[in-house]
Protein backbone atom coordinates (compact mmCIF):
# COMPACT_ATOMS: atom_id res chain seq x y z
CA UNK A 1 0.00 0.00 0.00
CA UNK A 2 1.45 3.14 -1.40
CA UNK A 3 1.04 6.80 -2.38
CA UNK A 4 3.87 8.23 -5.18
CA UNK A 5 3.56 12.16 -5.93
CA UNK A 6 4.52 13.41 -9.07
CA UNK A 7 4.18 16.98 -10.86
CA UNK A 8 1.96 16.53 -14.13
CA UNK A 9 2.12 20.56 -14.69
CA UNK A 10 1.81 23.92 -14.05
CA UNK A 11 -1.61 26.54 -14.78
CA UNK A 12 -0.98 29.68 -16.52
CA UNK A 13 -0.85 30.86 -13.77
CA UNK A 14 2.20 29.35 -12.28
CA UNK A 15 0.60 26.73 -10.04
CA UNK A 16 2.19 23.70 -9.75
CA UNK A 17 -0.67 20.71 -10.41
CA UNK A 18 0.11 17.41 -8.72
CA UNK A 19 -0.52 13.51 -9.76
CA UNK A 20 -1.20 11.41 -6.60
CA UNK A 21 -1.04 7.55 -7.68
CA UNK A 22 -2.69 5.41 -4.98
CA UNK A 23 -1.88 1.46 -5.25
CA UNK A 24 -2.97 -0.73 -2.34
CA UNK A 25 -1.59 -4.52 -2.32
CA UNK A 26 -4.00 -5.91 -5.07
CA UNK A 27 -1.99 -4.08 -7.67
CA UNK A 28 -4.84 -1.77 -8.02
CA UNK A 29 -4.33 1.46 -8.48
CA UNK A 30 -6.20 4.72 -9.02
CA UNK A 31 -4.27 8.49 -9.79
CA UNK A 32 -6.05 11.71 -8.61
CA UNK A 33 -5.16 15.49 -9.95
CA UNK A 34 -4.73 18.13 -7.84
CA UNK A 35 -6.68 19.68 -10.49
CA UNK A 36 -10.90 19.44 -10.33
CA UNK A 37 -9.79 16.70 -7.08
CA UNK A 38 -9.86 14.62 -10.49
CA UNK A 39 -9.92 10.96 -10.52
CA UNK A 40 -8.07 10.32 -13.65
CA UNK A 41 -7.66 6.81 -13.74
CA UNK A 42 -8.47 3.57 -11.93
CA UNK A 43 -6.67 0.24 -12.88
CA UNK A 44 -8.02 -3.52 -12.13
CA UNK A 45 -7.68 -6.89 -13.43
CA UNK A 46 -9.83 -8.78 -15.04
CA UNK A 47 -10.79 -12.45 -15.21
CA UNK A 48 -8.19 -13.57 -16.19
CA UNK A 49 -5.70 -11.20 -14.25
CA UNK A 50 -5.09 -8.56 -16.89
CA UNK A 51 -4.94 -4.92 -15.64
CA UNK A 52 -6.66 -2.68 -17.82
CA UNK A 53 -7.56 1.59 -17.19
CA UNK A 54 -11.45 1.23 -16.86
CA UNK A 55 -11.92 5.35 -16.74
CA UNK A 56 -11.66 7.52 -19.34
CA UNK A 57 -9.10 9.61 -19.37
CA UNK A 58 -6.53 12.31 -21.48
CA UNK A 59 -2.62 12.09 -21.74
CA UNK A 60 -1.24 15.26 -21.27
CA UNK A 61 -2.02 18.44 -18.86
CA UNK A 62 -2.21 20.62 -22.13
CA UNK A 63 -4.94 18.48 -22.91
CA UNK A 64 -6.97 18.72 -19.85
CA UNK A 65 -6.27 22.67 -19.93
CA UNK A 66 -7.80 23.14 -23.26
CA UNK A 67 -10.87 21.80 -21.30
CA UNK A 68 -12.36 18.52 -21.01
CA UNK A 69 -16.41 17.28 -20.13
CA UNK A 70 -15.26 16.95 -16.18
CA UNK A 71 -13.54 13.70 -16.85
CA UNK A 72 -12.85 12.49 -13.36
CA UNK A 73 -13.89 15.93 -12.14
CA UNK A 74 -15.49 16.91 -8.54
CA UNK A 75 -18.38 19.37 -9.88
CA UNK A 76 -19.16 21.87 -7.25
CA UNK A 77 -20.34 24.34 -5.83
CA UNK A 78 -23.52 22.70 -7.55
CA UNK A 79 -23.32 20.06 -9.49
CA UNK A 80 -26.10 19.03 -12.40
CA UNK A 81 -28.36 21.88 -13.42
CA UNK A 82 -30.30 24.63 -11.87
CA UNK A 83 -32.79 25.79 -14.03
CA UNK A 84 -32.12 29.40 -15.59
CA UNK A 85 -29.46 30.23 -13.25
CA UNK A 86 -30.93 31.43 -10.67
CA UNK A 87 -33.14 30.26 -7.31
CA UNK A 88 -33.62 32.40 -3.76
CA UNK A 89 -32.53 31.46 -0.42
CA UNK A 90 -33.99 32.98 2.74
CA UNK A 91 -35.54 35.71 0.39
CA UNK A 92 -32.79 36.84 -1.89
CA UNK A 93 -32.14 35.72 -5.41
CA UNK A 94 -28.90 34.73 -6.46
CA UNK A 95 -28.24 34.98 -10.03
CA UNK A 96 -25.46 32.34 -11.66
CA UNK A 97 -24.02 31.89 -14.93
CA UNK A 98 -26.27 30.15 -17.57
CA UNK A 99 -23.53 27.63 -19.29
CA UNK A 100 -25.87 25.30 -20.23
CA UNK A 101 -29.01 26.69 -22.95
CA UNK A 102 -30.61 28.51 -20.66
CA UNK A 103 -29.52 26.97 -17.53
CA UNK A 104 -26.40 26.55 -14.72
CA UNK A 105 -24.46 23.57 -15.25
CA UNK A 106 -21.89 21.72 -12.25
CA UNK A 107 -21.19 25.41 -10.71
CA UNK A 108 -20.81 27.72 -13.70
CA UNK A 109 -17.83 28.53 -16.13
CA UNK A 110 -14.89 27.88 -13.80
CA UNK A 111 -16.47 25.84 -11.69
CA UNK A 112 -14.53 23.18 -8.31
CA UNK A 113 -13.65 20.95 -11.75
CA UNK A 114 -11.35 23.77 -12.90
CA UNK A 115 -9.69 24.83 -9.81
CA UNK A 116 -6.40 23.73 -8.20
CA UNK A 117 -6.53 21.77 -5.26
CA UNK A 118 -4.81 21.64 -2.20
CA UNK A 119 -3.68 17.94 -1.48
CA UNK A 120 -1.70 15.47 1.20
CA UNK A 121 -1.51 12.29 1.48
CA UNK A 122 -3.24 9.60 3.78
CA UNK A 123 -1.31 6.23 4.75
CA UNK A 124 -2.55 3.95 7.12
CA UNK A 125 -2.58 -0.18 7.00
CA UNK A 126 -5.37 -0.67 5.36
CA UNK A 127 -5.69 2.13 3.32
CA UNK A 128 -3.88 4.93 1.22
CA UNK A 129 -5.09 7.87 -0.32
CA UNK A 130 -5.21 12.21 -0.59
CA UNK A 131 -7.38 14.40 0.85
CA UNK A 132 -8.32 17.48 -1.32
CA UNK A 133 -9.18 20.87 -0.38
CA UNK A 134 -10.18 23.90 -1.74
CA UNK A 135 -11.82 27.50 -0.52
CA UNK A 136 -14.44 28.69 -2.48
CA UNK A 137 -14.57 32.27 -1.53
CA UNK A 138 -18.13 34.04 -1.23
CA UNK A 139 -19.35 35.34 -4.50
CA UNK A 140 -17.44 32.66 -6.74
CA UNK A 141 -19.70 31.97 -9.63
CA UNK A 142 -22.35 34.05 -7.93
CA UNK A 143 -22.72 31.72 -4.80
CA UNK A 144 -23.07 33.04 -1.30
CA UNK A 145 -20.92 32.39 1.37
CA UNK A 146 -17.04 31.17 1.74
CA UNK A 147 -17.45 27.08 1.18
CA UNK A 148 -14.71 24.93 2.85
CA UNK A 149 -14.94 22.02 0.76
CA UNK A 150 -13.27 18.54 1.12
CA UNK A 151 -12.85 15.26 -0.44
CA UNK A 152 -10.82 12.56 0.22
CA UNK A 153 -9.87 9.39 -2.33
CA UNK A 154 -9.02 6.15 0.00
CA UNK A 155 -7.93 3.53 -1.75
CA UNK A 156 -8.77 0.11 0.74
CA UNK A 157 -6.87 -3.05 0.92
CA UNK A 158 -10.27 -4.80 0.04
CA UNK A 159 -10.46 -2.90 -3.55
CA UNK A 160 -12.73 -0.12 -2.41
CA UNK A 161 -12.11 3.54 -3.65
CA UNK A 162 -13.94 5.77 -1.21
CA UNK A 163 -15.02 9.28 -1.75
CA UNK A 164 -15.52 10.99 1.75
CA UNK A 165 -16.44 14.47 1.23
CA UNK A 166 -17.44 17.40 3.61
CA UNK A 167 -18.06 21.31 3.47
CA UNK A 168 -18.68 24.12 5.47
CA UNK A 169 -20.01 27.79 5.33
CA UNK A 170 -20.00 31.04 6.73
CA UNK A 171 -22.80 31.57 4.99
CA UNK A 172 -26.47 30.21 4.16
CA UNK A 173 -25.80 28.19 0.95
CA UNK A 174 -26.81 25.29 -1.49
CA UNK A 175 -24.56 22.73 -2.09
CA UNK A 176 -23.93 19.54 -4.20
CA UNK A 177 -20.97 17.72 -4.71
CA UNK A 178 -20.19 14.90 -7.12
CA UNK A 179 -17.69 12.79 -9.10
CA UNK A 180 -18.31 13.05 -12.88
CA UNK A 181 -15.79 9.89 -13.98
CA UNK A 182 -16.68 8.14 -17.31
CA UNK A 183 -16.63 4.41 -16.78
CA UNK A 184 -15.83 1.78 -19.24
CA UNK A 185 -14.93 -1.75 -17.14
CA UNK A 186 -13.66 -3.27 -20.66
CA UNK A 187 -11.21 0.05 -21.61
CA UNK A 188 -12.43 0.79 -24.77
CA UNK A 189 -15.16 -0.16 -26.73
CA UNK A 190 -18.90 0.90 -26.28
CA UNK A 191 -20.15 0.70 -22.90
CA UNK A 192 -23.61 -0.52 -24.00
CA UNK A 193 -23.26 -3.78 -23.18
CA UNK A 194 -22.40 -3.48 -19.22
CA UNK A 195 -25.28 -4.96 -17.73
CA UNK A 196 -26.64 -2.72 -15.05
CA UNK A 197 -28.83 -2.56 -11.63
CA UNK A 198 -29.90 0.73 -10.58
CA UNK A 199 -31.50 0.44 -7.15
CA UNK A 200 -34.22 2.63 -7.23
CA UNK A 201 -37.84 2.94 -8.02
CA UNK A 202 -38.76 6.31 -9.63
CA UNK A 203 -36.81 8.62 -11.92
CA UNK A 204 -37.63 12.14 -12.26
CA UNK A 205 -38.48 12.90 -16.04
CA UNK A 206 -36.72 16.17 -17.71
CA UNK A 207 -37.62 19.00 -20.34
CA UNK A 208 -35.63 19.28 -23.30
CA UNK A 209 -33.22 21.09 -20.81
CA UNK A 210 -33.15 18.29 -18.65
CA UNK A 211 -34.61 20.01 -15.99
CA UNK A 212 -36.99 17.95 -13.67
CA UNK A 213 -40.52 18.33 -15.19
CA UNK A 214 -41.78 17.77 -11.35
CA UNK A 215 -43.00 14.90 -9.70
CA UNK A 216 -40.76 12.02 -9.85
CA UNK A 217 -41.91 8.78 -12.05
CA UNK A 218 -42.35 5.21 -11.52
CA UNK A 219 -39.65 3.12 -13.60
CA UNK A 220 -41.48 -0.14 -13.81
CA UNK A 221 -42.64 -1.17 -17.74
CA UNK A 222 -40.61 2.32 -19.37
CA UNK A 223 -37.13 2.01 -20.54
CA UNK A 224 -35.56 3.84 -17.42
CA UNK A 225 -36.00 0.52 -15.50
CA UNK A 226 -32.99 -1.08 -14.07
CA UNK A 227 -34.53 -2.44 -10.88
CA UNK A 228 -33.01 -5.63 -12.38
CA UNK A 229 -29.97 -6.33 -13.94
CA UNK A 230 -29.97 -5.68 -18.03
CA UNK A 231 -27.80 -4.48 -20.84
CA UNK A 232 -27.45 -0.55 -20.99
CA UNK A 233 -28.44 -0.86 -24.18
CA UNK A 234 -31.79 -2.44 -24.22
CA UNK A 235 -33.66 0.64 -23.62
CA UNK A 236 -30.96 3.19 -24.89
CA UNK A 237 -33.14 3.26 -28.09
CA UNK A 238 -36.39 4.70 -26.62
CA UNK A 239 -34.43 7.89 -24.93
CA UNK A 240 -32.62 10.02 -27.56
CA UNK A 241 -29.89 10.71 -27.40
CA UNK A 242 -29.46 8.74 -24.37
CA UNK A 243 -29.66 8.29 -20.59
CA UNK A 244 -28.90 11.60 -18.63
CA UNK A 245 -31.69 11.35 -15.62
CA UNK A 246 -31.73 11.52 -11.82
CA UNK A 247 -32.84 8.50 -10.41
CA UNK A 248 -34.23 8.02 -6.59
CA UNK A 249 -32.23 5.65 -4.85
CA UNK A 250 -34.44 3.44 -2.13
CA UNK A 251 -33.03 3.85 1.20
CA UNK A 252 -34.85 2.91 4.18
CA UNK A 253 -33.20 5.62 5.66
CA UNK A 254 -32.73 9.23 4.69
CA UNK A 255 -28.30 9.54 4.21
CA UNK A 256 -27.58 5.78 4.99
CA UNK A 257 -25.01 4.44 3.13
CA UNK A 258 -26.79 1.80 0.97
CA UNK A 259 -26.63 0.17 -2.55
CA UNK A 260 -26.57 2.51 -5.53
CA UNK A 261 -26.07 0.53 -8.23
CA UNK A 262 -24.08 -2.45 -9.48
CA UNK A 263 -22.23 -3.04 -12.96
CA UNK A 264 -20.81 -6.25 -14.67
CA UNK A 265 -18.85 -6.04 -18.16
CA UNK A 266 -19.44 -9.71 -19.62
CA UNK A 267 -16.69 -9.77 -21.85
CA UNK A 268 -13.85 -9.13 -19.21
CA UNK A 269 -15.98 -9.98 -15.77
CA UNK A 270 -14.71 -7.07 -14.20
CA UNK A 271 -17.71 -5.55 -11.58
CA UNK A 272 -18.59 -2.55 -9.69
CA UNK A 273 -20.68 -1.95 -7.17
CA UNK A 274 -21.64 1.81 -5.74
CA UNK A 275 -23.23 2.35 -2.56
CA UNK A 276 -23.50 6.35 -1.84
CA UNK A 277 -25.49 8.31 1.54
CA UNK A 278 -26.99 10.49 -1.24
CA UNK A 279 -30.63 10.54 -2.15
CA UNK A 280 -29.81 10.48 -6.08
CA UNK A 281 -27.79 9.23 -9.15
CA UNK A 282 -27.75 10.75 -12.47
CA UNK A 283 -26.83 8.49 -15.14
CA UNK A 284 -24.98 9.36 -18.15
CA UNK A 285 -24.52 7.83 -21.00
CA UNK A 286 -21.41 9.68 -22.65
CA UNK A 287 -24.08 10.96 -25.39
CA UNK A 288 -21.87 13.68 -26.44
CA UNK A 289 -18.45 12.13 -25.85
CA UNK A 290 -15.60 12.30 -28.30
CA UNK A 291 -12.32 12.08 -26.24
CA UNK A 292 -8.85 10.90 -28.19
CA UNK A 293 -6.08 9.41 -26.58
CA UNK A 294 -2.84 7.67 -27.27
CA UNK A 295 -4.30 4.71 -28.64
CA UNK A 296 -7.58 4.29 -27.80
CA UNK A 297 -10.60 6.91 -28.73
CA UNK A 298 -13.90 7.38 -27.12
CA UNK A 299 -16.93 8.88 -28.48
CA UNK A 300 -21.05 8.28 -27.80
CA UNK A 301 -21.64 5.91 -25.03
CA UNK A 302 -18.75 4.24 -25.06
CA UNK A 303 -18.64 5.60 -21.26
CA UNK A 304 -21.19 6.04 -18.68
CA UNK A 305 -21.28 8.34 -15.43
CA UNK A 306 -23.02 7.06 -12.33
CA UNK A 307 -23.16 10.78 -10.43
CA UNK A 308 -24.04 10.00 -6.89
CA UNK A 309 -25.78 13.45 -5.85
CA UNK A 310 -28.82 15.43 -4.95
CA UNK A 311 -31.49 16.18 -7.43
CA UNK A 312 -31.01 19.02 -10.29
CA UNK A 313 -32.93 22.24 -9.60
CA UNK A 314 -33.18 21.26 -5.84
CA UNK A 315 -32.69 24.79 -4.34
CA UNK A 316 -35.96 25.94 -6.81
CA UNK A 317 -37.78 22.51 -5.80
CA UNK A 318 -38.93 22.81 -2.32
CA UNK A 319 -40.31 18.90 -2.13
CA UNK A 320 -37.14 17.87 -3.10
CA UNK A 321 -34.64 17.07 -0.19
CA UNK A 322 -32.72 19.86 0.98
CA UNK A 323 -29.08 21.24 -0.61
CA UNK A 324 -29.47 23.98 1.38
CA UNK A 325 -25.87 24.44 3.90
CA UNK A 326 -26.06 26.85 6.90
CA UNK A 327 -23.20 28.09 9.07
CA UNK A 328 -22.39 25.20 11.84
CA UNK A 329 -23.89 22.86 9.89
CA UNK A 330 -21.67 20.35 8.12
CA UNK A 331 -21.51 18.67 4.67
CA UNK A 332 -20.81 15.13 4.27
CA UNK A 333 -21.07 12.32 1.20
CA UNK A 334 -19.44 9.10 1.51
CA UNK A 335 -19.55 7.01 -1.99
CA UNK A 336 -17.99 3.66 -2.46
CA UNK A 337 -16.76 1.98 -5.74
CA UNK A 338 -16.06 -1.70 -5.04
CA UNK A 339 -14.55 -2.94 -7.47
CA UNK A 340 -14.25 -7.38 -8.36
CA UNK A 341 -14.41 -9.83 -11.12
CA UNK A 342 -16.86 -12.36 -11.90
CA UNK A 343 -16.36 -15.86 -13.68
CA UNK A 344 -18.46 -16.25 -16.96
Known amino acids: MHVEKQVFGKTKDGVEVDVYTLTNTNGLSARVMTYGATLVSVETPDRHGRFDEITVRLDTWDQYQTGHPCLGSVCGRYANRIAKGRFTLDGVEYILATNNGPNHLHGGRVGFDKRVWKAEPVESRDRVGVKLSYESPDGEEGYPGTLSAMVAYLLTADDEL ?17 NHAYWNLAGRGTALDHELLIRADQYLPVDATLIPLGEPKPVRGTPMDFTSPRPIRAGIDQVEPGYDHCYLLTKERAGELSLCAQVYEPKTGRTMEVLTTEPGVQLYTANYLSVGRAGRFYGKHDAFCL ?38
Do not use: K
Open 307 to 344: ECQHFPDSPNRPAFPTTVLRPGQTYRQITIHRFGVRAP
Open 162 to 178: RMEYTAVTDRPTVVNLT
